[in-house]
């Protein structure tokens, strides 16, 4: 991991080299942070990747997260891994919620990370995340006819009602 | 004290082998007749109705689908084991076409993606056909109770649920014999005199009379 004021030199290269796109830094509990504008995550990832001083040429992970009180409401992150030096960084962009007709959109990153493929159609099927310019976005693990994404927080939980000691009483005739 | 030998039986001269062999080849070729027919009827021959013996003969020769879905499917393997040997009750014969087999044990979680494959392999068997649903995931979908499973009788008809997380193969077994007493015509499973619900049975006809429990 780069420590904060590594995170901060590398935060500081790309706001000369691509303005606006770093939004802020975290450091927290050791983990390096970019948080970057969707619209410029492609550039910040090869920038990453490509620059001999970085190399971070192995993703590791590209994951969604949905904080729904919080607006920009999604979260896209990507787990970038140096293996020369075994240092990771991790890029995170934020999305607003586009609202219930649309998807919240970001780039895809397939051209630049072949094994982005099957992460992203991961993100679309459980969070509904449209990565734009993904050669064949589908859904993965659930169903093809499955509506909805299910790890949003206002999914609701589904499966069957259990009967447990606390909510006995609201399930109606439950004795029965 | 003085043992006296005497050979059982009457007329024909008893149990004696010899003796039964040629009656029975008098029997065959005619010759018997009168008192000692009716004798070699009463000796040999068991009258049934030819449903309680398909009956009988069914749930004695359950052979159920190789077909695991998850963790309760180490569970099942075991039961085929020395230890817990399901051919005692003539349940072990796991066959690998479901054309083959009498049985569908559920035993494992089935997610939305597999209720058609399982819902196929059902439909593939050929009847008459039973169905254990082990586990609570297969029954009521258990720990994993959210969007991407459903319960087993949501789908298909459902025999026998075997409760546990995972059952033990003798909670298994013990489904096995509940089935094989609803195959055999006594559908009762005793759980109304154990919840104290006697006289709760819904009957299709009120002129239908509850049938008599063997309990």
Request: proline fraction near 8%.
């Amino acid at each position: 991991m780069p420590d904060p004021t590594g995170l901060e030199l590398i935060a500081n290269e790309l706001r000369e080299r691509h303005p606006g796109s770093i939004v802020d830094t975290l450091h927290y509990r050791g983990v390096a942070t970019l948080l970057v504008e969707p619209g410029q995550v492609l550039a910040v990832l090869s920038w990453l990747r490509d620059e001999p001083a970085q190399g971070y040429r192995f993703l590791a992970s590209i994951h969604a997260s949905d904080y729904l009180p919080q607006e920009p409401r999604f979260g896209v992150h990507y787990e970038l891994l140096n293996m020369e030096r075994v240092e990771r960084i991790h890029v995170k962009a934020l999305l607003a919620d586009p609202g219930e007709r649309a998807l919240p959109e970001i780039d895809s990153c397939v051209e630049l990370f072949p094994a982005a493929d099957f992460q992203e159609r991961e993100a679309y099927d459980m969070f509904g995340i449209a990565f734009q310019g993904h050669p064949d976005l589908r859904r993965i693990l659930m169903p093809e006819e499955y509506e909805g994404w299910p790890q949003r927080r206002d999914f609701p939980m589904g499966g069957e009602p259990v009967l447990f000691t606390h909510n006995e009483y609201q399930m109606p005739r439950w004795y029965e | 004290v003085e043992v006296r030998r005497e050979k059982a039986g009457g007329v024909g001269g008893g149990s004696d082998l010899r003796v039964r062999q040629l009656r029975a080849r008098d029997l065959l070729r005619g010759n018997l007749e009168g008192r000692e027919l009716e004798q070699h009827v009463e000796e040999s021959v068991l009258t049934t109705t030819l449903e309680k013996a398909l009956d009988w003969a069914r749930s004695n020769a359950l052979w159920p689908a190789t077909f695991g879905l998850a963790c309760c499917a180490i569970e099942q393997i075991a039961l085929v084991t020395s230890r817990y040997d399901t051919a005692r009750f003539g349940a072990e014969v796991f066959r690998a076409s479901p054309r083959q087999a009498d049985m569908l044990i559920l035993s494992g979680r089935v997610s939305i993606k597999m209720a058609p494959v399982v819902r196929r392999i059902y439909d593939q068997m050929l009847e008459p056909k039973w169905v254990i649903a082990m586990g609570a995931c297969s029954s009521s979908t258990g720990v994993f109770n959210n969007y991407a499973l459903v319960a087993a009788d949501k789908f298909m008809p459902v025999d026998v649920h075997v409760p546990g997380c995972p059952p033990r193969p003798e909670a298994l077994i013990h489904g096995i014999l509940r089935l094989q007493r609803s195959i055999q015509g006594h559908p009762d499973q005793g759980w109304r005199s154990r919840y104290r619900a006697e006289g709760t049975e819904e009957l299709p006809h009120p002129n239908v009379v509850s049938p008599p429990t063997s309990r």
